[in-house]
């Protein structure tokens, strides 16, 4: 299967013309990707910054939408952009807007297909709490944690409770920092700079531990496909850093009890569509569920370079009603693959894409300016093992990867230089040791 949008089928349903992705640089690139096999029309959104970008041009159309006051791009912003450009559907990209229910909501009063979740999905996923209720009422495994935490005395009574060491989470995504805290002396004055931002839960910190993600596909009627594995332990203080799928190091006994309980929570939660449910994996191999994010983020192209399939096109066959058209048995992996985000190490002109066997998810094209630490977005290699793919990742960064500008090599060297990365995946406190948390 290839990663245009003929990948799950013919294309979606013959109504569908013009796409509204809700972004811009990768998402709306990635969508221009499938727009051109599905021989669909794509209106992508830009912004402030985006005065002398090129890679507008690569859309069907693009739509000014300023940046304002909170998140961007504002829901109602989005849906006067997708009647003006006379659109049939929305997709959200990669923004928060696919975790925003007053998105939803606008929506439910209009005739356009949404490549999200619902309303009372995306209600139970931004809250932590409801979240860890259903998943335990269903018998998961869960971080100890506390309710959401209002006041200073409370958290300091729950935190005696969990134990220290402890991450303070904020009871609502998007809400808020995160906050490790070690020490006593440390509770007080991180309770409250953790609650001037709002309630927030305590979690228990589980030392050793992997963050991995399963990622789910569900029609709402058959039985959901879990898509495998994938570990995104590794990153810095800007995002993710290296994505593996599979995840490399957990028995097949781990692999199954997170796929079994990522599709039964999916089902308890009703979250139609896409989405990714993480775990936190600990030294002995339990999973303890941590969250539910719904949506396409920039790392699911390393599980659709697994499985050879197209997570966007299934996203807008669900949206459609044009069915999804894979099933558990065509859900084939193929060697280990790893995902790179890249960074811009300073000023230059992208001046080609060499062809290098790989697959890239840029947020530029050629003729593109750049400054230092702009996002230039994602590559996926691959190889029959991992120490095969960490290899050809290596050695694709000593290559032409990005003429014309400098790349910010620091994270991604310090992992590939890393003994202990070569030996096996890293833990998170040795992830925060090797390039900082």
């Known amino acids: 299967m290839s990663e245009g949008g003929r990948a799950l089928g013919d294309p979606p349903r013959s109504e569908l013309r013009r796409l509204l992705v809700a972004d811009r640089g990768a998402a709306a690139l990635r969508a221009r990707r499938w727009g051109e096999a599905a021989r669909v029309e794509i209106v992508a959104l830009i912004a402030d910054e985006d005065g002398d970008a090129l ?32 659109c049939d559907a929305i997709h959200p990209g990669f923004t928060a807007l696919g975790r925003t229910t007053a998105m939803v909501e606008l929506l439910s009063a209009s005739a356009l297909a949404w490549a999200g979740a619902g309303h009372h999905a995306l209600g139970v996923c931004s809250d932590r709490s409801v979240t860890r209720s259903i998943a335990e ?44 805290v070690r020490e006593p002396a440390e509770v007080g004055p991180a309770l409250q700079a953790a609650l001037a931002d709002g309630p927030v839960i305590i979690e228990r910190l589980v030392l050793g531990a992997r963050e991995i993600e399963v990622p789910v596909l569900w029609d709402g009627v058959a039985a959901p496909l879990t898509l495998g594995d994938r570990d995104l ?30 599709a039964a929570l999916v089902k308890a939660i009703q979250l139609r569509g896409l989405c990714a449910v993480r775990f936190l994996v600990a030294p002995d191999g339990r999973p303890y569920l ?48 790893v995902w790179m985000r890249l960074r811009a190490e300073g000023e230059g002109e992208l001046l080609e ?85």
Do not use: C, N
């Not at 939408?65 to 003006?84: C, K, M, Q, S």
């Not at 969990?162 to 808020?176: F, N, Q, S």
């Not at 499985?307 to 096109?313: E, G, M, N, R, V």
């Open 290 to 337: 941590l969250q539910v994010i719904p949506g396409l983020s920039p790392w699911h192209a390393v599980t659709e370079a697994l499985f050879a399939i197209d997570l966007f096109d299934a996203q807008l066959r669900l949206a459609t009603g044009d069915g999804l058209r894979i099933e558990a048995t065509d859900l084939v992996p193929a060697g280990h693959h």
């Open 233 to 262: 332990t590794v990153h810095d203080t800007a995002g993710r850093v290296v994505v593996e799928a599979p995840a490399p190091g957990l028995s097949d006994k781990t692999r199954e009890q997170m796929a079994q309980a990522a």
């Open 137 to 180: 009422e269903i018998g998961l495994q869960v971080v100890p944690a506390s309710l959401p935490i209002l006041d200073e005395a409370q958290g300091q009574v729950w935190t005696a409770r969990v134990g220290l060491p402890v991450r303070l989470r904020p009871a609502k995504d998007g809400g808020g920092a995160r906050r490790v």
């Open 353 to 437: 894409l060499p062809d290098m066997e790989l697959r890239r998810d840029m947020a530029l094209v050629v003729g593109d300016l750049v400054s230092a630490g702009d996002e230039l977005g994602a590559v996926v290699v691959g190889a029959p093992t991992r120490q095969a793919a960490i290899v050809r990742a290596r050695a694709s960064l000593d290559g032409p990867l990005t003429p014309g500008v400098p790349l910010d090599r620091r994270a991604l060297d310090q992992v590939f230089d890393s003994v202990a990365f070569w030996g096996g995946p890293l833990h998170r406190e040795a992830v925060a040791r090797l390039i900082g948390d």
């Open 55 to 86: 890679w507008p041009d690569d859309v069907d159309f693009a739509v000014y939408v300023p940046r304002g006051e909170g998140p961007w791009p504002a829901p109602d912003r989005v849906l006067a952009a997708a009647y003006d450009a006379g």
